[in-house]
C-alpha cells in the first residue's frame, strides 16, 4: 500500500512539473547572476504601438519599393531610439538570446514557446528592439501570419537595414 502511494505521488509530481515546462509556466531559464530583467511578451510599448508596426510592416511588405527599418517604425509613428532589431524563435533559450542581441546580465522572462504542449501549430517568436545592452521592446510574430521579417539567423537589422519586398501568400521583407 505504501509502495502504491509512493508511485501514485512520484507520477502526480512527474506530471506537473511536465506540464509546466510543456505550458510555459516556466517563465526563465535561470534568474543566477541577472543585473536586470526584461519581458519579452510584447505587454510593454516603450517605443510605439505594436498593431501599428505591424501594420506598417505588412503595408511594406505587399509593396514593390524597397523600404528600411526606419522607414516602417518612423511610418507607424515609434518614437524613441533604438539600434538594432533581432529575431528570436522559439524554443530560444537566454544564452542564446544574449549571444543574438550582443547583452549580458538579462534575465529573459517569457522566452517564446509553441502554442500548445505538442509544438503543432505555427512556429512563433518575437522581434526583440534594442540600443546598446538595454532591450526596449518586443513585437510578436506568428508563422505563416505576421512574420514580416525573414531575417536569417543571428543577423540583426539595423534602422538603415535596406529591405526588399518577397511576395507570395505570406508577403516578407528580406535584408540587401
Request: hydrophobic share 35%; proline share 7%; with cysteine.
Given at each position: 500500500?505504501?509502495?502504491?502511494?509512493?508511485?501514485?505521488?512520484?507520477?502526480?509530481?512527474?506530471?506537473?512539473?511536465?506540464?509546466?515546462?510543456?505550458?510555459?509556466?516556466?517563465?526563465?531559464?535561470?534568474?543566477?547572476?541577472?543585473?536586470?530583467?526584461?519581458?519579452?511578451?510584447?505587454?510593454?510599448?516603450?517605443?510605439?504601438?505594436?498593431?501599428?508596426?505591424?501594420?506598417?510592416?505588412?503595408?511594406?511588405?505587399?509593396?514593390?519599393?524597397?523600404?528600411?527599418?526606419?522607414?516602417?517604425?518612423?511610418?507607424?509613428?515609434w518614437r524613441g531610439?533604438?539600434?538594432?532589431?533581432?529575431d528570436i524563435p522559439?524554443?530560444?533559450?537566454?544564452?542564446?538570446?544574449?549571444?543574438?542581441?550582443?547583452?549580458?546580465?538579462?534575465?529573459?522572462?517569457?522566452?517564446?514557446?509553441?502554442?500548445?504542449?505538442?509544438?503543432?501549430?505555427?512556429?512563433?517568436?518575437?522581434?526583440?528592439?534594442?540600443?546598446?545592452?538595454?532591450?526596449?521592446?518586443?513585437?510578436?510574430?506568428?508563422?505563416?501570419?505576421?512574420?514580416?521579417?525573414?531575417?536569417?539567423?543571428?543577423?540583426?537589422?539595423?534602422?538603415?537595414?535596406?529591405?526588399?519586398?518577397?511576395?507570395?501568400?505570406?508577403?516578407?521583407?528580406?535584408?540587401?
Amino acid at each position: 500500500m505504501k509502495n502504491a502511494i509512493a508511485v501514485l505521488a512520484v507520477g502526480a509530481l512527474m506530471t506537473s512539473a511536465g506540464c509546466g515546462l510543456l505550458d510555459g509556466t516556466d517563465s526563465t531559464d535561470s534568474d543566477a547572476g541577472c543585473t536586470s530583467t526584461f519581458d519579452l511578451s510584447p505587454a510593454e510599448e516603450n517605443l510605439g504601438s505594436r498593431v501599428g508596426f505591424k501594420e506598417k510592416a505588412e503595408q511594406a511588405a505587399e509593396g514593390a519599393a524597397p523600404t528600411s527599418l526606419i522607414a516602417i517604425t518612423d511610418a507607424a509613428g515609434w518614437r524613441g531610439d533604438w539600434d538594432r532589431m533581432i529575431d528570436i524563435p522559439q524554443n530560444t533559450k537566454s544564452d542564446q538570446i544574449d549571444a543574438l542581441a550582443g547583452t549580458s546580465g538579462i534575465c529573459w522572462k517569457n522566452l517564446p514557446k509553441p502554442r500548445s504542449s505538442d509544438g503543432d501549430g505555427p512556429q512563433r517568436g518575437y522581434y526583440l528592439f534594442l540600443k546598446g545592452n538595454q532591450p526596449l521592446q518586443t513585437i510578436d510574430w506568428s508563422a505563416n501570419f505576421d512574420q514580416v521579417f525573414a531575417v536569417t539567423n543571428g543577423v540583426a537589422l539595423t534602422p538603415e537595414t535596406a529591405l526588399i519586398p518577397t511576395p507570395g501568400q505570406y508577403p516578407q521583407l528580406r535584408p540587401m
